[in-house]
């Protein structure tokens, strides 16, 4: 999984499964973090989902949290400021 780490933030790639029947973290596939969430892909409710699981996870602000990359797609990137690179390769 490749990430990067700039000022004072990381950003990695994710792999989002809208409709999931319970929201978790994990694992990796084909080189990005699988995150599923149990929101629709409709209106922005997936995305909203995701930044609040991570979040959540890694004990930060909502507002830490930006999908960077890929807003209508299942992959996306995200930058999440506050944490290190060790705290994201946890998840995996």
């Known amino acids: ?24 973290i994990g694992p990796v596939h084909d080189g990005r973090l699988k995150v599923a969430v149990t929101s ?25 949290v930006e999908v960077v990359a890929g807003a209508s797609s299942r992959r996306k990137t995200v930058r999440i400021a506050g944490i290190t690179r060790a705290a994201v390769e946890a998840l995996a």
């Open 1 to 24: 999984m490749k990430i990067t780490e700039a000022a004072g933030s990381v950003m990695f790639d994710i792999l989002v499964q809208p409709r999931a029947s319970r929201a978790k």
């Open 40 to 64: 629709p892909p409709v209106d922005g409710e997936a995305n909203a989902a995701v930044i609040e699981l991570l979040a959540k996870t890694l004990g930060v602000a909502r507002s830490a």
